[in-house]
C-alpha cells in the first residue's frame, strides 16, 4: 500500500474519522510525490534515513525512511491553570 494511503489511513484512526470524508491529502502535500520518496529503491531496498514532516487533519504526521508513518492529534492550547484528567501526579 502507497505511504500516502497509509497516512490517510492512520490519520483518520486518531481522530476517528472516516477517511473518505477527510480533506484529501493532496490538498496538504503532493502524494505522488510522497510516495515516490517512500518507494524502494532501483536495487529494492528500503531507505535507511531521513523523515518528512507535515500537518494534515489537526494532526503532526511523521513518515520515516523505513515507511513507518507517525500521527499525534494536534491539541488545542488552553490556561496553564486548567489541568488534565489524564495527568500523572
Known sequence: M???QRVVRA?????DADPLEMEPLYDVIDSEALNALFEPTKRDATRSTGTVAFRYAGCAVTVHADGGVEVTAER???PA???DSNAVN
Open 2 to 4: 502507497p505511504v500516502s
Open 11 to 15: 490519520v483518520a484512526i486518531e481522530i
Open 76 to 78: 488545542a492550547s488552553r
Open 81 to 83: 491553570s486548567q489541568t
